[in-house]
């Protein structure tokens, strides 16, 4: 008997929700060691299908067993991948804004004052190798991050900026969130990403960096404090030994030169 699939507009519209589900998976797992635990629950499958297949009645029982707990299985091994996903929903698509008509349909801008601000201070972080971590918000609000740190809501200035990360200030060791062209708050704990991809010389910073941008749509600065580079990080793509000049461009939204390192 011959089983013929209708190909119609519903079947690809199917086919093309299922392929970028699963892609949407693959980029959240992959470069982390959750990938190797995904690779080996897929190989798990196969097995257990070739078994059915060779009608091995007593591995296919047991195997099967383990198949029917499934999506238990799955939620405790990628219970910090599912906890991203959410987060990726939630945040980085701003579905937390879907009824704040004022901030759904007013798109985030800085001022040339905050910008300049901004550059000034990292340009002198660089100059003395001194750290920074940057985050300006774009449509979501952040204050779930801000409120691990200190609460400032002050106005945006060099002098400020440059007092914070001075290594010898209680505020200088975490990010300072920027929201609605003003600080919110400074010492913020940001999430670290797991990512083995990221190049070694690359410190906890950056990794920091990477990984807010990963579960949100907020754009980060980073100065490292070994060399002295600024680097700018959205969607989850960094390009580090940035000019102040394109910082400047960066922060305008504009990304014409931004070359992403993966």
Sequence with gaps: MLLFITINFYTITDILLAAFIFYQVYKLVKGTVAINIFAGIFTFYVAWLLVKALNLE?????????????????????????????LLLGSKYNLQNIFNLERLFTKTSIKDEVAAAIVQACDYFSKTKTGALI???????????????????????????????????PLHDGAVIIADNKILAARCILPVSDNTNIPGSLGLRHRAAIGMSAVTDAHIIVVS??????????????????????LNSFLHNDFTGFVVNK
């Design 135 to 169: 985050v300006l918000s774009q449509n979501s609000e952040l204050y779930n991050y801000a409120q691990t740190g200190v609460l400032i809501r002050s106005i945006v200035s060099e002098e400020l900026l440059e007092n914070i990360f001075f290594k010898n200030s």
């Design 58 to 86: 007593l591995v296919s029982g047991i195997l099967g067993q383990f198949i029917g707990m499934g999506v238990i299985a799955l939620l405790i091994v990628f219970q910090q991948e599912v906890r991203r996903f959410l």
């Design 225 to 246: 404090e070994e060399t002295g580079n600024i680097s700018f990080v959205k969607d989850g793509h960094f390009k580090v030994r940035i000019t102040p000049q394109e």
